[in-house]
């Protein structure tokens, strides 16, 4: 049971360049989201999803795109990386009343 | 939309003593309130979660107490180690009919330091 599984670890785009954050969960959860974590900010709801097929937008969805094929993955696309949009990014996951379990999270770098 | 303040942004206190971090929000329909602690370089872990029904809940040295009509909610964290150096976050969600589907609203968290 790995949990919240995140993809890359790293990443370093250049203005203008498209990419896919991966997140995966194997605990057979319901709902899961994304998050951006910067300095001072906390963190903020980007898209979340309450089941396969459903997403809506959080507190900050602007330049992002995400998708619900299956229960297991919730990927979030950049499609025209800003510098605004280097941040540390986190998934997580929840089942009906339980708490949020978070991946390890991708640090993403936009030059 | 919800808005969670979160004090003080760093608290400093010996090994042993008792920290105390206090949030607050805005919208009553919140009704659940986790407690997120996060290591350097890792995702929030949590840590505590208290479901407004219930006015306090302890975990070993972990305590949250929350009142509904003030909007407002603490971590106690007693007998602090050195282990318990992190930065913590709570966060509030609606939680309708047990939901909880529309993700977290956090608050900008706490820098806990335990002097030895």
């Known amino acids: 049971n790995a949990g919240v599984t995140q993809t890359p670890k790293f990443q370093v785009l250049k203005t203008g360049q498209s990419m896919t954050l991966q997140c995966a969960q194997d605990m057979n959860h319901e709902y899961m989201s994304w998050y951006r974590q910067d300095p001072g900010m906390g963190l903020r709801l980007i898209h979340y999803?309450?089941?396969?097929?459903?997403?809506d937008q959080g507190e900050v969805p602007n330049g992002y795109n995400v998708s619900r094929s299956t229960t297991e993955d919730f990927p979030l696309r950049l499609l025209s990386a800003a510098p605004s949009q280097t941040s540390v990014y986190f998934c997580a996951s929840s089942q009906r009343g339980g708490g949020y379990t978070f991946g390890s999270g991708t640090r993403l770098t936009v030059v | 939309g919800e808005n969670v303040e979160q004090h003080p942004s760093t608290l400093s206190v010996q090994e042993g003593d008792s920290a105390v971090i206090k949030c607050t929000y805005s919208?009553?329909?919140?009704?659940?309130f986790p407690w997120y602690k996060q290591e350097l370089g890792k995702g929030p872990q949590l840590i505590i979660d208290i479901r407004s029904n219930v006015g306090e809940k302890k975990d070993q040295r972990i305590a949250v107490t929350l009142n509904k009509t003030a909007k407002h909610f603490s971590l106690h964290i007693t007998e602090t180690q050195p282990e318990d150096s992190a930065v913590y976050f709570c966060a509030v969600a609606p939680m309708y009919s047990g939901g909880g589907a529309d993700g977290l609203t956090f608050g900008k968290g706490t820098h806990l330091i335990i002097q030895p």
């Open positions: 999803s309450v089941g396969a097929g459903i997403t």
């Open positions: 919208d009553s329909a919140s009704n659940y």
